[in-house]
């Protein structure tokens, strides 16, 4: 028989030690009060994110104490060639952190999965016409790399780089976005090559890797992210790509056609990525307004964000004006290309206006 | 999800990779690591579609518990000894939390498997969740707890303190210099599969018996991560084994990344834990009990020493005399001398210690009184001001440290510094291995092979140059770590809050140069250094 272990636990002791108990010096100094907040109280966003990245401008005494074996450690300011007078006053307009990335994330993760719970259901798949199943193995299909790739490759990549915590934590959530979202166009492709229907859930490989309307857009893809400077990288990716490829595709075209061609599934899911898009334009725009406005900086870089939109809309048109075949492959074909394309662009140019940008002149052509 | 649904999705999510053919993507952070030879390995498996859900849950459990801690009225019950201590831990940990999701890119870059980018881009998020969510507990102390002092100027002070920087080196690893050595055998091998279970368990632990329950609550749930993260870590060690090429710099850097990791970790973690509590049951672990436990047995017995079968060279060597600093030369009772001699330049109060927890010190640590009671009682005598100087300026029988120029942890084992003139600068190191870190490991050459992506050892290294040859009042004030009132000090040397007389004011620490021990060192001549060397050597701390 083995002898019992006498029990040991520590103490509980009351301690008095709640705030107010006493007053001293600073006793009431209960708000972190080394930065200003942007309004008169201070978020919970921002107190968990600001200056959590130190910044030698800021309260960084003793400099970055690694470098890199052919340049300065930390946060350079050189890794783009965009200029601000003050990188810290960016602040995500969605607020990111912790609790906003998981519940919003999983409010779309339970929205997807009782979508395609209730589509098998429904056997919601049998009444797809063979060209929408077609489109749907070919388009969506492809387009999930996409995706992936920008999520891995592209905003994975930057969050590395920016100068301030703010920036790279927003850029962080837009990768975490693009994957999930990647993923579930996989898992959707997944259930759909699994249903009784006439699907090749392997057929997106080759049309990604082969399909001459797609090759542009992976051309642009894998151009993005032969990118070295992190700022060009977000502007060329959300600013010209999402906008001229990514929302062409999405928004015009299979938002516009999926329900007209029996297709309740495919606009749930893919909103989800419209959504996520819309709140990382959110703080794209708001960073990128930042710098056009800024007082020191601004002119130059509305400069330079022209030579960016010279490089990337060319390609990006390109891309787009590839994808055209695809707008004929549905049965029900409610919007052509060019309207969709029109639409696109007005869009685009829009939000070069808000930025302060010109237009580019390829976008009249 | 099942587990044959999740392999089948998985597989499918592997589709989404492709080799590139139209552009190769930039090298932005290069490594001297190859892996043309690598067996592809797959990490543990996670898909989006679960991970979400589950880390809200795991959220949902936290949040509730700290509401559950304000509406229980927890801070009645925590000794404030203990949540001091956290103003300089909660200041330090959520940098390195957020550069391990800077450094998931990093490895992206160098491993060409996109199975394991998966699992690195989703470790990246978990980070962002770490940060933020410690970020967060801190702010819940600072306003619950009786002294918000530290905590309301926490990454300010963390950014130009001289223990924060030490903490740093922590999160800078993981970020800099060569690819896989900062993001995989830095970071993931060693910080996070040995370093996060003192960090992570043993620490909320003795939070828990200090009555901190949230402590434990977070970082329980930190911890919980932790998993797929040495799984992603162990991938790619496995890849990088497969090249013979990669030996001597894994060898290097499990050499490095130990080392500094047992520097820095062992240095805060052990003064926490052994002198943050009030906690003084003899059967209760000491840290020396719990290193054993966590770091020798769970990690370099379980862990380390498989990997010799694949033909690596562990260092054995290392391990054994990171154990015998721990329990024969005294280093966390060193790291913890140090921080209360330096108590006007902290941004949290240090307690003193009593017979108890003298006695439960002789008890773990035998001889333990005899080298380090009389400065604690001297400590003591010297708490309040009016009539003595802070104790780093009175005569107590301790001379004020070099900096280790690697660590940055003092050289507190005082016979074992090393002093050489590197880079044309006579600068001082705790060990051997601090010196070859700097000399040999962080250079663009190792072992007469190119080293380009290696990283240096740059910045201001040791903080009192910063401050050399001024007042002690001028630089608290300098750094900020002044209360509300603009003359009281935030940091003191006792818990005493409710007498104005027991706190030191700029006034009471006015007078006193504070002088850079390197800065100094540099200034005298050879013979001088010589006969100053040696006299710090032979004031050692080993045990008789």
Known sequence: ?365 | MSRQSLTKAHAKITELSWEPTFATPATRFGTDYTFEKAPKKDPLKQIMRSYFPMEEEKDNRVYGAMDGAIRGNMFRQVQQRWLEWQKLFLSIIPFPEISAARAMPMAIDAVPNPEIHNGLAVQMIDEVRHSTIQMNLKRLYMNNYIDPAGFDMTEKAFANNYAGTIGRQFGEGFITGDAITAANIYLTVVAETAFTNTLFVAMPDEAAANGDYLLPTVFHSVQSDESRHISNGYSILLMALADERNRPLLERDLRYAWWNNHCVVDAAIGTFIEYGTKDRRKDRESYAEMWRRWIYDDYYRSYLLPLEKYGLTIPHDLVEEAWNRITNKGYVHEVARFFATGWPVNYWRIDAMTDKDFEWFEHKYPGWYSKYGKWWENYNRLAYPGRNKPIAFEEVGYQYPHRCWTCMVPALIREDMVVEKVDDQWRTYCSETCYWTDAVAFRGEYDGRPTPNMGRLTGFREWETLHHNKDLADIVQDLGYVRDDGKTLIGQPHLDLDDPKKMWTLDDVRGNTFMSPNVLLNEMSDAEREAHVAAYRANGTTAA
């Open chain 1, 1 to 365: 028989m083995t002898e019992t272990k006498q029990r040991s636990f520590p103490t509980i002791e009351f301690t008095d030690s709640e705030a107010g108990a006493l007053e001293f010096p600073s006793s009431t100094s209960r708000a972190y009060n080394y930065y200003k907040p942007a309004k008169l109280r201070a978020t919970m966003y921002e107190d968990v994110t600001v200056d959590v990245q130190p910044d030698p401008e800021r309260h960084l005494s003793q400099g970055w104490i690694y470098g890199f074996g052919d340049g300065p450690g930390g946060y350079p300011k050189e890794w783009t060639a965009a200029r601000s007078s003050n990188w810290h006053a960016f602040l995500d307009p969605n607020e990111e952190w912790d609790q906003t990335i998981y519940r919003n994330n999983s409010a779309v993760v339970h929205q997807v999965d009782l979508c395609l719970q209730n589509a098998k259901r429904a056997r919601a798949y049998d009444s797809w016409n063979p060209a929408w199943l077609k489109f749907i193995e070919r388009n969506l299909g492809a387009w999930m790399h996409a995706e992936n790739g920008l999520a891995l490759h592209v905003f994975t990549s930057i969050q590395r780089s920016g100068p301030t915590n703010m920036i790279n934590t927003a850029v962080a959530v837009n990768a975490a976005h693009k994957m999930r979202f990647a993923q579930d166009l996989a898992l959707f492709n997944l259930d759909l090559s699994e249903a009784d229907v006439p699907f090749d859930g392997a057929a997106h490989k080759e049309v990604w890797k082969s399909a001459p309307e797609w090759q542009p857009t992976r051309e642009v893809v894998e151009r993005l992210t032969a990118v070295g400077d992190w700022c060009e990288l977000l502007f060329a990716a959300n600013i010209v790509f999402e906008q001229l490829v990514g929302s062409l595709f999405r928004t015009e075209l299979v938002m516009q056609i999926a329900a007209r061609n029996g297709d309740y599934i495919t606009p749930t899911i893919v909103g989800t990525g419209e959504y996520d898009y819309d709140r990382d334009l959110g703080y794209t725009r708001n960073l990128f307004r930042l710098l056009t406005r800024d007082a020191e900086y601004g002119e130059t870089n509305k400069v330079l964000f022209g030579e960016w939109l010279a490089t990337w809309v060319p390609r990006c048109l390109d891309a787009a004006h590839a994808l055209q075949p695809i707008w004929s492959q549905p049965a029900e074909k409610s919007v052509t290309f060019a309207s969709s394309l029109d639409a696109a662009k007005q869009k685009f140019r829009s939000l070069l206006e808000d930025l302060g940008l010109d237009s580019p002149k390829e976008l009249d052509q």
